[in-house]
Every structure is written in structure tokens, then in C-alpha cells.
């Protein structure tokens, strides 16, 4: 199964993403991820990411689009789950040929929608466990708060993305993300066009609810 995710930074699609793949035993790439992982191996490719990264801004297409590209043929064989990609028009249209050229199907594609302002708060209360980066806390939310200032799933050490706690790097990439004329929310128009014409299968969720209830209307929808 392929699945595309769409949704703010702090709409918790990282969270359900982990959950879809483990249990569908999907490849889950994340364009984010895969930066970071550059960033911290100090790779060509991570220095000149982390520039773009630190303010906010899209890495320019021509580094993303081969990285996640070449990422999705490598790892992607037995069904994948993308996340962060693609975030623009441009993105979008290169996925979908790629996707055309070797013959494979988006299966699903989600979009998780968040106000603005919930998306902002949320991602300046978002802390990462040193363990898993998936392992769910957040100051800001009562349901995933950690535990004495500890990860709340295994007790690991918790730090905060750098590009987390600038509010104006926040508002930035949120700019990106509710573009709906060239940015993220018009690369998920574009597939959700793809979906009436029957090429894939759309599900909207409403990511103001908790983390539980959003997994169980995800899992209803994928039947
Ligand atoms: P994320 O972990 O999805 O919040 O991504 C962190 C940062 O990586 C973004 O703010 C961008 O600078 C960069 N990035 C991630 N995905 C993409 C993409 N599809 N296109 C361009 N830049 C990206």
C-alpha cells in the first residue's frame, strides 16, 4: 500500500504516519527526516539543507525532489508512507509523473486539517525523544505532556527542534504549508483531483481531535 500524508506541522501526522506504518509495515519517508539525518551525518547535502531549514524555508526543489525520489525507489519497494513531500505545485507534478512512470498507485491520500494558530502552538510546545522520534510529547497538549520532563512513552531525554522554537520559522513554514495557489494545500488539491478522477482515494480528518479518535477514522477509512 502507498499512502501520501498531508497536514501542518503540528497536526500530528508524524504521530498517525508512525502508527500506519507500523501496522501496514510501510516504509514511512519523511522528507524532514531524511534532512535531519543529513544534517547530524554532516553530509554536502545536510549543510546546504540546514541553511534553508534554520529560516524556514523549502530546501530548493532541485536537492528534494532527487533526495526523496531516489529515497522512495530504495526503500519503498513493499509500499510506502510519505510525509512532507511533496509540499509545492512543482513537487506535486514530478511525484505524480514518477508515480506514472513506474507504474505505481497512490493508494490513499490523506489530509489532516488544523487551524493555523492550533498548528503554531502545538509545534512550539513539540519535544523529541532521543529514543524515537515518534514517541509522542508535547507541553502544550494535556493528553502527551511528558513525564517529569522526560519522554512519556520510555522516559528518554527530550529536546526541541531549533526550527521548533523560532515563532517566525514557524510562521514561515505554516506559510508554505496554507499556500493554496502554489504551496502544500495546492500539491494536496492537485492529488485531490487526482482522486475525483478516480486515480486514487482521498480521506479529510479533522486533527483537532485527539491522537486516539484521529487513528480510529483513519483505520475506518482505509477499510
Ligand atoms: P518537517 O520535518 O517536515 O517539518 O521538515 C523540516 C524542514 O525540512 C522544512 O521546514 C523544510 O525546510 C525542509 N523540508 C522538508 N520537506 C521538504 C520538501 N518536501 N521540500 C522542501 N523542503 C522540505
Redesign the pocket.
Given at each position: 500500500m502507498n499512502i501520501l500524508v498531508f497536514g501542518p506541522?503540528g497536526s500530528g501526522k508524524g504521530t498517525q504516519g508512525a502508527l500506519l506504518q507500523k501496522k501496514f509495515n510501510l516504509a514511512h519517508i519523511?522528507?524532514?527526516?531524511i534532512?535531519?539525518e543529513h544534517i547530524g551525518g554532516g553530509s554536502e547535502l545536510g549543510k546546504k539543507?540546514k541553511v534553508?531549514?534554520d529560516r524556514?524555508?523549502?530546501?530548493?526543489?532541485e536537492i528534494?525532489i532527487p533526495m526523496?525520489l531516489e529515497t522512495l525507489k530504495s526503500k519503498g519497494e513493499n509500499g510506502w508512507l510519505l510525509?512532507?513531500?511533496?509540499?509545492?505545485t512543482a513537487?506535486a507534478r514530478k511525484l505524480w509523473e514518477e508515480i506514472q512512470k513506474t507504474g505505481l498507485k497512490v493508494d490513499y491520500v490523506v489530509e489532516i486539517s488544523l487551524p493555523r494558530d492550533i498548528a503554531k502552538n502545538r509545534i512550539l510546545g513539540r519535544r523529541l525523544c532521543k529514543n524515537d522520534n515518534n514517541h509522542p510529547n508535547n507541553i502544550h497538549i494535556d493528553a502527551i505532556k511528558p513525564a517529569d520532563g522526560k519522554c512519556r512513552i520510555c522516559g528518554g531525554e527530550l529536546s526541541a527542534?531549533s526550527?521548533d522554537l523560532d515563532g517566525r520559522?514557524v510562521d514561515k513554514?505554516h506559510d508554505i504549508y496554507y499556500d493554496a495557489e502554489n504551496g502544500t494545500l495546492a500539491a494536496a488539491r492537485f492529488f485531490k483531483r487526482l482522486a475525483d478522477q478516480g486515480e486514487t482515494k482521498y480521506i479529510e480528518l479533522d486533527g483537532e481531535g485527539d491522537i486516539s479518535a484521529i487513528r480510529d477514522k483513519l483505520l475506518a477509512a482505509l477499510g
Open positions: 506541522n519523511e522528507s524532514g527526516a534532512f535531519r539543507a534553508f531549514i524556514g524555508d523549502l530546501v530548493p526543489d528534494t526523496v510525509d512532507g513531500f511533496p509540499r509545492n513537487q527542534r526550527d520559522a513554514r
